[in-house]
């Protein structure tokens, strides 16, 4: 640990631009095409915190995230990572670093899941004790124990993911970058991971930076939401405060016993009508509760559901509206 | 770069793929001995020409066995070692490559290592027969005993350089394996013959462009006895290790400077 108690990463006016070739019709030689995959990006995040960094595909995500790992060298601004430069100092770094890339599996797939942690253990040069020591930790929060001598083929998404999570963290890196880490699981193992998560920050104080089209992912787990669109940061703050910014809505989806007219309740609109079934809009930050209750008190209701808007429509309604 | 414990991370990633393989007994036998029947018949090719001629360009069969083993041994062994450098282009498409960048391990180190496996053991086995057979004629005084044993070394060290080297194509362009390997197997199926077969330009090509004679044909003409039918300085007879060095250190730099491209283009 460094005396110094500046932010775990920095990033600065980062830029990252891409050189396309294309063809272009009359022309033999195809033409250069300059694409500012990530431009004025600045963000910087303590230790310890947990940010979502979202955005829709082909935002800036991964050319972020591959910045922050060394994979790539920025072509302009700068960044630190625990006061290292990333790409010069990769190797270093990456001792001090876990990273899970969400659908590829760093695991081994036709050994057991322990012979995989135990390459691990010798590739970072973890010790002794404090490998036991984790890998019993992870195991238990993670519910791992019989699974250890499964062959990973064997594993279900979830097991396998859990797998993958704990192998980023057996060496107690600073910092996590999780990408898409519950796409694709239940919402049993959903839940626990997040949990789980939730105790690797409050234990260890690891900070965790999340990439995910999950709102709930981010609801569960992060404080603090960076959204980056079209290369660079359109918003940096609360996620309450990104639903106010954005205007999303929640939707109250009701099923009436019989069809009626459109429900007229304060504080929601109906959208559409289906039969017996009504979609009714209501801010964001609105509470659910009156309007479910004002709903169930006038009307002979079958069921109900809230829908909660969809990360990439508040994104979309925040960029149009140019924030 | 050559750290000793980068070799030990390099072994014990390597078991770790030689256990994975295990789990499949079968294929993984299958494949050995497919790969060792393979290159058997190679050999016995040489052994039915020679069967209609008494000598190839004044090199008898037991000679040319030796020429044959000798670079066939070495190949098989740098092919065992490093043979998955090939395979970049696949890491680079599939994003191995990516994972590989955040560990703290030469990514050299973990790309030879990567998917190690044995099945090249077939071509190994089969050219220490045919080496081993064409010693049992080789005339032995010490200097000569050095020579053999500094040949395979510095053999091995100049296919390790042309696997590494010609791999890094795929950092510029990522399938270009078929080019590549017109240089390493390409490379390695020549040194089979005597070079006194071919054209006088092979040989300088094989000399100081693709430098696989020294894998073979420089030190077995010292280790026979045989005046360069080139009229080459018999000082080349000696200079395998330095061959092997100056092809691993170019492909070394090559490889630094792919890795450059590659994390300054995220291609």
């Known amino acids: 640990m460094s005396s110094d108690p500046g932010p775990l990463i920095d990033v600065r006016d980062l830029a990252r631009t891409f050189d396309v070739r294309r063809r272009v019709e009359g022309k033999r030689r195809r033409v250069r095409d300059e694409v500012h995959a990530v431009h004025d990006l600045t963000f910087s995040v303590a230790a310890g915190e947990m940010v979502g960094y979202i955005g829709p595909n082909g935002a800036g995500k991964s050319t972020t995230i591959k910045m922050l790992t060394g994979i790539l060298v920025p072509t302009g ?14 190797v270093q ?36 004790a404090r490998y036991r020591e984790n890998l019993a930790r992870f195991v238990e929060l993670l519910d791992l124990g019989a699974q250890l001598d499964t062959p990973v083929r064997q594993l279900s998404l979830g097991q396998r993911m859990r797998g993958d999570i704990t192998a980023a963290l057996l060496h107690d890196p600073e910092v996590i970058y999780l990408d898409e880490p519950t796409i694709g699981l239940d919402v049993v193992s959903k839940g626990r991971l997040r949990e789980f998560l939730r105790a690797l920050n409050q234990e260890r104080g690891t900070t965790l930076l999340l990439t ?3 709102l709930q992912d981010i609801e569960a787990l992060c404080d603090r939401v960076i959204v980056i669109d079209h290369g660079t940061s359109v918003y940096d703050g609360s996620l309450a405060g990104l639903h106010a910014q954005g205007g999303s809505s929640r939707t109250l989806v009701v099923d009436l016993v019989d069809e009626a007219a459109p429900i007229d309740v304060p504080g929601a609109q109906v959208r559409n009508v289906e039969g017996p079934r009504q979609w009714l809009s209501f801010p964001s930050d609105a509470s659910a509760a009156p309007i479910v209750a004002a709903v169930a008190s006038a009307y002979d209701v079958a069921d109900l559901s809230i829908q909660e808007p969809d990360i990439e429509d508040v994104i979309r309604e925040l960029y149009s509206r140019g924030a | 770069m050559v750290d000793l414990t980068h070799l030990r991370t390099y072994g014990q990633i390597a078991w770790l793929w030689i256990r994975a393989a295990w ?21 016995v090719g040489l052994w039915i020409m020679f069967a209609h001629l008494n000598d190839l360009e004044g090199f ?15 190949l098989a062994f740098a092919d065992t070692a490093i043979g998955s450098v090939e395979r970049i282009g696949t890491y680079i ?12 391990v030469p990514l050299l180190v973990q790309v030879c290592a990567d998917q190690f496996t044995l099945r090249r053991l077939g071509r190994l086995t089969q050219a220490s027969v045919v080496f081993g057979w064409a ?21 091995a060290l100049v296919f390790f350089g042309l696997f590494v080297g010609f791999s890094c194509i795929q950092f510029w362009t990522t399938d270009a394996t078929e080019f590549a390997n017109a240089f390493t197997y390409g490379g390695a199926t020549v040194t089979q013959y005597p070079l006194n077969i071919f054209p006088r330009e092979v040989m300088v090509g094989l000399t100081f462009v693709i430098p696989v004679a020294f894998v073979n044909w ?27 060095v100056l092809t691993m250190a170019a492909a070394l730099l090559v490889w630094r400077s792919g890795v450059r491209h590659y994390t300054s283009t995220g291609s």
């Open chain 2, 135 to 155: 010693c049992t004629y080789v005339d032995w005084t010490p200097l000569r005993v050095v020579v053999a044993v500094s040949m395979l070394v510095s053999g």
């Open chain 1, 212 to 214: 995910t089209h999950d």
């Open chain 2, 218 to 244: 420089y030190p077995c003409l010292y280790l026979l006895g045989r005046p360069d039918p080139f009229g080459n300085p018999e000082v080349l007879q000696f200079a395998s290790p330095l061959a092997g």
């Open chain 2, 93 to 104: 498409r599939t994003g191995r490559l990516d994972q590989m960048m955040t560990k703290p």
């Open chain 1, 93 to 128: 770094l990456a001792r001090r670093i876990g990273v899970v890339f969400g659908q590829r599996s760093t695991l081994w797939w036709d050994l057991p899941l322990r012979d995989s942690f135990d390459l691990l253990q010798k590739m970072y040069r973890i010790p002794p």
């Open chain 2, 60 to 74: 008898t069969l037991h000679e040319v066995a030796l020429l044959y083993g000798s670079a066939s041994l070495a």
């Open chain 2, 23 to 43: 789990q499949y007994p079968t294929s993984f036998v299958l494949l050995a001995v497919g790969n060792g029947m393979i290159t058997g018949l190679d050999f």
């Open chain 1, 77 to 90: 601004g700068q960044v630190r990572v625990g006061g290292l430069d990333p790409s010069r100092e990769r």
